[in-house]
């Protein structure tokens, strides 16, 4: 039987409908562990416009040292399966809680703000090796764009609170910790690849954290996810954000190079505070007394830490190894699912 991706329309959530649309939110979260979002509110303009910077400044700055990487490395004539590196350029950005603006040098003034810092790199990676350059691009265009993210992400994690029987605004207190909820974007390009099937655009992982929005390329397709032991498409859709984020667990996923058109993919990580301390929610806990002892007590940046060197390998034993050191965390009145 062929299955059909999860395509939830924002805007029955505002009508008649709305029973429905949480139903498919619910079933989404627990069956896929992704979906895609039309109707979402963010202005199709300003997508547009997004889309339309991030390819331009991909061409005209980043796509030639890409191609000279490749070049040095011989890796249009690899004959064997290539597992230590992803066929992908890409710029990260940290919005919240707060920006290293002041430490990058060519930002006009007008734009400093706490959500743009914009610090770039050529990501075809092995042995931690980056090549790192700054942008000074329409930094206002960005910082609008990431504050419709954060906005849809803090409403979702109250649908996800209303599904799950918690509390309005819990999950938003939780990720808070003392500091705010982190909150950063990782911009990609995946251009054509002569091997696809020997050097994936990024390799199979799953996610860390808390809701990943994502603005993919409605043109080139290459996102697959992993559900009853098959690999799925996720369907390249314009407009669309796909979310991603246990009850709800995070999913194997991966990005397949293509041997034609260069695909861009904007995912915002939409996270708890650096120092948030993570663990089942109590009134889970009571409803599932089994489940109680699967997952660790840690803090979320420690876990960021082990997550950084074990991405690509599986999750469970990342539970065991904060298993280890969760005794010496002060739990506090912070918890999460």
């Known amino acids: 039987m062929e299955l059909t991706f999860p395509v939830i329309d924002f805007s029955k959530l505002n009508g008649e409908e709305r029973a429905a649309a949480m139903e498919m939110i619910k079933d989404a979260c627990e069956s896929w562990g992704f979906f895609e979002l039309v109707n979402h509110g963010i202005s199709h303009e300003l997508m547009d416009t997004v889309e339309r910077l991030t390819k ?17 490395k011989g890796l249009e004539a690899v004959q064997s399966e290539t597992n230590d590196m992803d066929w992908e350029s890409t710029f990260f950005l940290r919005h919240l809680p ?17 959500f743009t810092s914009f610090s770039y790199t050529v990501s075809m990676m092995k042995n931690g090796l980056m090549f790192n350059f700054f942008f000074s ?53 995946y251009p054509p690849c002569p091997k696809p099937d020997l050097i994936k655009g990024l390799r199979a992982h799953t996610d860390a954290g808390g809701i990943i929005l994502l603005f993919q390329d409605d043109k080139v397709s290459g996102l697959q996810l992993l559900k009853d032991g098959q690999w799925i498409d996720v369907p390249p859709m314009k407009h669309s954000i796909v979310i991603t984020n246990g009850k709800y667990k995070s999913v194997m996923h991966r990005v397949i190079a293509q041997t034609d058109g260069t695909r861009m993919s904007i995912a915002s990580f939409y996270n708890p505070g650096s120092d948030a301390v993570i663990y089942p929610a109590p009134a889970l806990l009571e409803k599932e007394a089994d489940k109680s ?33 969760e005794s010496a965390v002060n739990l506090g009145p912070i918890a999460t699912v």
């Open 56 to 72: 331009e400044h991909y061409r005209k700055c980043m796509e030639q040292r890409f191609k000279e990487m490749v070049a040095s």
């Open 98 to 114: 707060e920006s290293n603006v002041s430490e990058i040098p060519d930002l006009e003034e007008d734009y400093r703000s706490k």
């Open 137 to 189: 691009g329409n930094r206002k265009v960005m910082k609008e764009f990431a504050v419709e993210l954060e906005k849809l992400a803090e409403q979702l994690l109250d649908l996800l609170c209303e599904n799950l029987g918690l509390e309005p605004g819990y999950l938003k207190k939780v990720f808070y910790g003392s500091k705010g909820p982190t909150f950063g974007t990782k911009v990609s390009n």
């Open 293 to 325: 002892q699967v997952y660790p007590k840690f803090v979320f940046e420690d876990y960021m830490k082990l997550y950084a060197g074990l991405k690509f390998q599986a999750k469970e034993p990342r539970f065991e190894a904060m298993k280890t050191v």
